[in-house]
């Protein structure tokens, strides 16, 4: 059993409307940058960025992800930041257009996959163009597995010379109508990406009531990182999780000096994701 340091990543908030039963989930930037402090404060080293307008309806706006950014960079020395490409209401065309502002890392799905009552949908074409956009900006993607096919469009990546034969991967467990949540599939899944692209560092991220059971099994197999999160979490309430991201967080940094482990400081963060100095 490795007791190589384990990184926290925080996903602050999501791609839906906030819901009043959900008053902790943080919409506009300075909400942002107060869960993102509180959560660094409890251990977590990368955060996840998704940004809203001001009707809460999902932005692409790149000042909008500007202002998070520096917020985070002022107030969370050396936190890791992963803006969102993802895709649930927004234009194609502009889920890069925030690459310009150089995060630490972005996301990047290798393909579609059905949703809950959407195609998520990621045209080769797009993927390419979000690669090419992250390596000319010297942003590290994150690969977000929903299907095994996605593991060889990250390979495919590799192979032009887009990306990193060293990518961190996420397998994203729980989404209905995609991949369910099951250990047996994890394996699967780690097990394929060993033997496609062995350089990887790897996570998984259960959805909603599936995420600490998917943390428990990454940790008992060694992951790089563990995620957690109100964007997972979005149907929490307030009298079940008053403390929002930062409690969340918490737990996860219990489950893992539970496995005989420690959180990764920001600098380890870094050094175990192969990622530029802050």
Known sequence: MTTKPVVVAVAITGSVPRKKDNPTL???????????????EAGATLVHIHVRNDDESP????????EVQA????????MI???STGGRGRDPAARGLSLVHRPDMASLSTGSVNFPTIVYENHTTLVTDLATRMKTHDIAPEIEIFDLSHIHGAKSLIEAGLMSARPHVQFVMGVQNAMPADEHLLDILLA???????GATWTAAGIGRYQASVMEWALARGADAVRTGLED???????RLANGNAELVSVAVEAIRRHGRAPATPAEARAILGLRAA
């Open 59 to 66: 932005s692409s706006d790149p000042a909008r992800f500007a």
């Open 192 to 198: 394929e990406t060993r033997r496609v692209i062995p």
């Open 81 to 83: 930041v992963q803006f």
């Open 233 to 239: 979490n979005i149907r929490i309430t307030k009298d």
């Open 26 to 40: 943080p919409v506009l930037p300075p909400e942002q940058i107060e869960s993102t402090h509180a959560a660094y």
């Open 71 to 78: 917020g985070v960079r002022k107030h969370c020395p050396g």
